[in-house]
């Protein structure tokens, strides 16, 4: 399938701000199940520093505001091939050991009901534990957006038995951890047939398992991603692969607005090589 892809972020200011340096992980590069035929990045009243692969292996880019703007904005676009692979990423490659996504973090930290949810996952093979898992999350959190906020933790959307994908995602990860499996964070974007238009991107998790390797599980929509899904970046949570983050000088109030649009451009022949990256400044 060949996915067009926009995401549009915006920032508006109440008064001029006198320094604000932002992080973009808004680039998808080839990876099993997608390959990526032409990105864009442009960037207005911003300037783009520096580009770099971090360590858990997402570009990024580190752009400044221009000082005295009261708004600035980033629109990355572009064409991506996929396939449909069930899930299933393989081997892990990366610098970054396999054992730190074991580790903690302050938004998967586990809590009494993440303990137990994890327990209640039964199957006869890891595999089938976490797919039993996904479905468990699925149910007993409705997806429900303004009822938690980029800062709620895995225990506190449990809780409250209703958030969003990135609530999801960050249980399952919690979960999967204290069995004793390698679990990460997954931002990217969904196809939904019907609602090319959408206010925010999608988030996942990925499990490592024997045998297997990396397999996603998104349990918002219970399913593990096909070729509707195209990933942008990972890490052991939310943080490590946002979108857009960053810092403002200066006491203001910010008001964001995001335009995502994921639309199917028909079925494609697969590709051995993809296109081209670029990242401009206007």
Not at 66 to 93: I, P
Not at 157 to 163: H, P, S, T, W
Not at 177 to 201: C, F, K, N, W
């Amino acid at each position: 399938m060949r996915l067009k892809i926009s995401h549009r972020t915006e920032y508006h200011y109440d008064e001029p701000v006198s320094y604000a340096l932002q992080r973009l992980r808004l680039t998808p590069t080839n990876q099993p199940g997608q390959t990526v035929l032409n990105w864009r990045t442009l960037v207005e009243g911003a300037v783009v520093e520096v580009a770099y692969d971090d360590h858990f292996g997402n570009r990024t880019h580190l752009v400044s505001v221009d000082a005295n703007r009261t708004s600035f904005s980033v629109e990355a676009s572009g064409e991506v091939d996929t396939d449909d692979k069930a899930g299933v990423l393989g081997a892990h490659q990366s610098c970054v050991p396999l054992w730190l996504y074991l580790r903690e973090t302050p938004l998967s930290k586990p809590g009494k009901r993440v303990r137990d949810l994890a327990k209640s996952a039964t199957g006869e093979t890891d595999l089938d534990r976490m797919h039993a898992l996904m479905a468990i999350i699925h149910e007993s959190v409705e997806y429900r957006p303004g009822e938690t906020h980029v800062e709620t933790s895995a225990e506190e959307a449990l809780e409250r038995g209703k958030g969003v994908c990135q609530d999801h995602a960050h249980i399952l990860i919690s979960a999967a951890r204290i069995l004793g499996l390698p679990a990460r964070y997954v931002s990217g974007y969904l196809m939904v047939d019907g609602h090319p238009e959408q206010t925010a991107s999608h988030a996942w998790a990925d499990v490592h398992l024997t045998g297997l390797g990396w397999v996603g599980f998104d349990a918002a929509n219970k399913i593990c991603p096909d070729d509707r899904y195209v990933r942008v970046a990972s890490g052991l949570c939310y943080p490590d692969a946002a979108p857009v983050s960053g810092l403002v000088h200066g006491a203001v109030n910010e008001t964001l607005k995001v335009a995502v649009t994921v639309e199917r451009q028909g079925q494609t022949q697969s590709q051995s090589q993809g296109g081209q990256s670029q990242t401009q400044s206007q």
